[in-house]
Structure formats: structure tokens, C-alpha cells
């Protein structure tokens, strides 16, 4: 494929470019980056890629060091992320792997840059196995645990006393962990449970079947054209009397297709544009001016993860000393632009959690919106399982 | 629950119309020019395209869908001129190949031009809204129209095919190919009547389905399959076929998935309904299709096997 060796971007504020042999030198930095950047679910990679671009040229010199940024598509497809990532540790020698967006490919990748000592950061991926049993040292993760933001919605609809919920996702492992995470915060009755084929376009029979039952509250989870799809038919159907909560499905993403559709509608989210944290504003404000479109929190986390790695690495005194360097991520010394944020035991991010609402803006624009917190210095539920070795 | 029926039974013919636009176009080529085009649901891919499109440019969707007619009909025009014509002759294995190297040729032209992002397209405000059916059960007016709409083509092309000269001669091409060229029928140029009209059938449906589903470049594989299957149903080379088999499919797949488990659960535990019912529900429309050609064949209206 064509796309699979961009080297993007040097962003040392010295302009002269270090060639490969270069790499190994100390004052170096080397990052890898690894998103999906081709097929249907681009989008999602592209605003990581250029949510940590954004910061790294901000930045400049990310720890003080020249800084090298190779970027890799890893086309959504496990066998090729693992190709990829081999290249990158072994011919790229990077010191840093950043990447990707899908827990699948996180799972794809993480022994092969693992095992060869090299810190892997993911900026959105974050299933259960590696926060819990199969936790590693050099894996830290700047997003949330998977089930997290299912576990919101539950909550939400826990608090508003909600007794007769239809849920709804398509069938494949994240769909059931999306479903348990939401029953994981949710006491009450289920109306009815429906797992949809995937990349299903047409919800029309499903729909009937919620306006025939009318529950209290719907919860989806379709990310992506899944989304974007349920969303407009369940508007167009008249259904929006019946409050519909999600998770990935309304998002800055999928938003520019789902447009006034979507208002009104809910999520669980660990941020928004329009959270009140130090930075926030600036970086949403920096991004749209750069890119012309509402970042999502796939750009925000990796926004953070290359604030993270710049902190860390001044701290730590560059990428010499791998335990300095370790100890000094697990400190998290960056301030996240959404707020609270520290690692747990298992290098997964301790954070809060919070209702947000799909909103037009004074530009016309659509994006989420912070309507309340909904969980307070959240951890995850498997950080006891975790064994750091 | 005769609610939840009715409901389903208009879905399922809204989706069954859909499918009948491009299948009817799919059969024309497959039956009478006996050529598999692959590509046929990349036209119903670019029809969804240019109407988004031209809605942008002319600031309204109905202008959007009128330009996108005579636009698709000239892709139509230009494929047949510049790649089909060459194939006719050759086996079918050739034109698979070739249709299926357009395919990724013009997804990726797509991804290109308008980027790999899932685009949407605003209904005119008087179609947005839902009308009551029966007590709670509401539905769009949107899809009313679809069915409209559709009804409607399949009404002008049953004129067409029965009432018109050029009918007559797409019915005995269906049935004989051979002996129509030998009559003096320029085949060649009913072969490119078919596939540019077929073509806009095709790019009609996408920009009717471009308000409801999302417009992104993977749209006409998923209906491409099932399109298939509606031919085979119905009967290779008939619009009449088409269109029974189109509604049958539609039905099936909707009523399926929605009564499949409600059924099931008569019988047998909640959670294993449910489970079956999901993996069952995708089943329906071959198994359907498999006991009708175990039964004719043809398919239903098939002239030729």
C-alpha cells in the first residue's frame, strides 16, 4: 500500500533532518506512530495522528530533544499493524510507539514493541486483558478502560431511575463488552436486547420494535456510519421523545454526517470541547484552526499522550535511562487538557467521567457538550488483576 | 404486536424497492447482454455521491436528485463506450475480473475525491418529519416517499417493457439473443440503451437511500450481494422477477429479523432465542433463495435457465 511509509513530519526546530542512521544518536528522539489511516474508519486515526501532531509541533523539541515522527497505517487489519510495528522497532529503532485506535490492533501490536523493550503508548485503545492480567510495563494508556464509558451511561441511567432500557450494538466482542459495561452500572430491567450485524445499515426493523415497546431510554453503541445511520433514522422515525444514550456513537467523529439529527442526544465521554480544564480552550481552538474540523477524543488523547511523553522525557533526561523514563510516565507530569489525570498500578489513566449532550454552537458547528459528572476519579474495574513485572 | 407487523411490512417494502431499483438495472445487463457486472453497485454508490453533491451545490435535494439522473445515465453511457463494450465477448470469468478492478478503481476514486469520511445529505424539511400509524408507532415520511418513488419506476418500466417497441425487443433479447441479432436488431446499441439506463436506475436508488443511510465508499458492496440474489429469485433477465424477488427479499430479511426471535422464544429459552435468531436472521434470504431454485430452477419468472 502506498500510504504505509509516510515519514510525516520532522518537527525539530532545527531543520536539518536526521537519516536513519541518525536514529540510534542519543539527543534523538524517535516516535512511531501507528493509526488507521485508510478505510472506512479513517477518520477516527486521522484525528489521533493530527491531534499529536498538532502537539508535537507545539511543542517543538518534544523533551528538549530532536524529534523524528514516523507515521504507519495500520489499515485496520491485526496482521499488518504487527508487520508495521516490527518495522518500526526494528529497522526504525524508534524509542517511542505511539498507536492505534482499535483495541484489536493495540492486541496485534503490543508484544512485538513490547517485548523489544520500547515504550508503546495508546492513545485510544484499552481492553480489559491489558489492564488487568496481561498489564505491561512499557504499555501506558492516555484514553480510558473500554468498558468505562459504557459504565457511564449505566450509571446516568441508574441515576434517573431509568427501569426499562433497550439496548442496542452490533455483534462482536466490543459490542458484548459494550452491553456489560452499561449492565455493570445499571440495576434495572432491560426492555430488550438487540445485537445487530455489523456494518448494518438500515435499523428500520429495530427501531419498530423500540417505538413498539416504548422503554424509558435507549442505549446504543455504533460507532462510526453505524452511528451515523441509527442516529438519523431514529430521528426520522419520531423517536426522539424517548431519550437515547450512547457511547462512540455521537461524536465530534461522526457528527459532521449526523448534524442537528443528533441534538439533544447523549454520551458518556472522559472529555469534551467545551470541558473547564487549563488548555482546553487553547487546544480545541489551536486544532480547528489547523484542521478545520472539531476534534474528537481520539485527537484529544493523543494530544496528551505527546504532552506526556515531552514531560516525562524531561524529567527522566532523555530516552537513556528506560527505567528513569518509565517511572517518570507512570508520574503522568503533563497537564491533560481534560483536568484530573493520574496512572493507576496499571498504567491506565484514573480520571473523571461525564454526561455530555450533542449541541450547536454559535458557529453552527455541532459538537458534544459537558452536561455533568458523572464519575469522579474514576479507576477501572481490573486494575487488581494486574501483576507489573 | 400487529402493530409492530404493519410497521415491519412497510419497511420491508421500503427496503424491497430499494433493492428492486438496482437489481432491475443488474438483470437487464446480466440477462440480456449475459454479462456479470460487479460494478453495478459502485454506479448505486456514485448516484448516492453526486447527489450529495449536487444538493451541496443547488442547496436543495430535490434539484440534487434530478441532476443526478442524467449524470449517472452518462457514467453509464461512458463505462459501456470505453470498458464493457470491450468485454462482451469474453468469458465471464474475464468480466468478473475486469468489473471487479473497476470496482477498486472507482472506490478509490471516491476515497479521492470525497474523502473517506461518511457524508450526509439534509432532506427537504417537509419529507424530515414521520406521520402517526397506530397508537405510539410513528413512521417517516421520508420512507414513504421511497416507496412512492419506487412503485412508480417499477410501474414505468412494466410500460415500457410491455407497451413499447423497444420493450418488445429487451423481452425477446432476454429470451434469445441470437435470434433478435439475426432480425436485424442493432444489439449493439440496445446493449447501451440497457446499460446507461440501467445505470441510472441504479444511481436513482442512491441518491434516494442517500438521506437515510450514510454516503461513504463502501455503501454498494453490502447491496451488491443481495441484489445478486434478487436476480436469481426472480429470474435472470426479468423485471417482472426483479421486482417479486426484490419485495420477497426485502420482507424476509426484515420480518425475519425481527419476528425471527419473538418465534423462537415461543419455544425455546429467552437467551438461546436470542442467540439463534441472530445467527438465523442473516440465513433467511439464502435459504430462501435456495428453496426457490430447488423448486424452479429458472427462478420465479426466469426464461432461460
Known sequence: MTKSRNILALLAATTCLAGPAAAQDDDTLKIGLIFTLSGPAAVLGEMGRDGFLLAAEQIGEIGGMKTEIVVMDDEQKPDIAANKARELVERDQVDIVVGPIFSNILGAIVKPVTDSGTILISPNAGPSNLAGADCSRHLFVTSYQNDQMHEVMGAYAQKQGFDNVFLLAPNYQAGKDSLAGFRHSYQGDVAGEIFTQLGQLDYSAELAQIAAMQPDAVFAFMPGGMGVNLVKQYRQAGLETIPFLSAFTVDESTLPAQQDAALGFFGGSNWAPDLDAPGNAEFVAAYEEKFGKVPAVYAMQAYDAAYLIDGALREAGGTADKDALIAALESAPFNSVRGDFSFGPNHYPVQDFYLTKVVQREDGKFATSVVEKIFDDYADNYVGECQMN | ?305
Open chain 2, 1 to 305: 404486536m400487529t402493530n409492530l407487523f404493519l410497521l415491519q411490512l412497510l419497511n420491508g417494502m421500503q427496503f424491497g424497492i430499494l433493492l428492486f431499483l438496482i437489481a432491475a438495472g443488474l438483470t437487464l445487463v446480466f440477462g440480456i447482454m449475459d454479462f456479470v457486472n460487479l460494478a453495478h453497485g459502485v454506479i448505486y454508490m456514485i448516484g448516492a455521491y453526486l447527489a450529495v453533491t449536487f444538493a451541496q451545490m443547488t442547496g436543495s435535494y430535490g434539484l440534487g436528485l434530478l441532476l443526478t439522473l442524467p449524470a449517472t445515465l452518462l457514467i453509464g453511457l461512458l463505462l459501456e463506450l470505453l470498458v464493457f463494450r470491450k468485454l462482451y465477448d469474453r468469458p465471464h470469468l474475464d468480466q468478473v475480473l475486469a468489473t471487479f478492478g473497476l470496482v477498486m478503481v472507482l472506490t478509490e476514486a471516491v476515497e479521492i475525491i470525497w474523502g473517506a469520511a461518511p457524508l450526509s445529505v439534509r432532506m427537504p424539511d417537509l419529507l424530515s418529519g414521520s406521520v402517526p400509524l397506530v397508537g405510539p408507532m410513528r413512521y417517516p415520511v421520508f420512507r414513504l416517499v421511497v416507496i412512492g418513488a419506487g412503485l412508480v419506476t417499477a410501474a414505468g418500466l412494466w410500460l415500457v417493457i410491455t407497451r413499447t417497441r423497444i420493450g418488445m425487443r429487451l423481452r425477446a433479447g432476454a429470451t434469445n439473443r441470437a435470434m433478435v441479432s439475426a432480425l436485424g436488431v442493432d444489439i449493439r446499441k440496445l446493449f447501451t440503451i440497457i446499460f446507461a439506463f440501467g445505470a441510472m436506475l441504479a444511481g436513482f436508488a442512491g441518491a434516494m437511500v442517500a438521506p437515510i443511510l450514510t454516503v461513504d465508499p463502501g455503501m454498494g458492496e453490502s447491496v451488491l450481494i443481495l441484489a445478486f440474489v434478487v436476480i436469481v429469485i426472480g429470474g435472470i433477465g426479468s423485471v417482472k422477477g426483479a421486482f417479486a424477488g426484490a419485495l420477497l427479499v426485502g420482507l424476509v430479511d426484515t420480518l425475519g429479523r425481527s419476528f425471527g426471535p419473538i418465534i423462537l422464544r415461543a419455544v425455546m429459552e429467552p437467551s438461546a432465542a436470542a442467540q439463534a435468531g441472530r445467527v438465523l436472521a442473516p440465513m433467511l434470504v439464502y435459504i430462501l433463495m435456495a428453496a426457490i431454485l430447488a423448486a424452479r430452477p429458472a427462478g420465479l419468472f426466469g426464461a432461460r435457465t
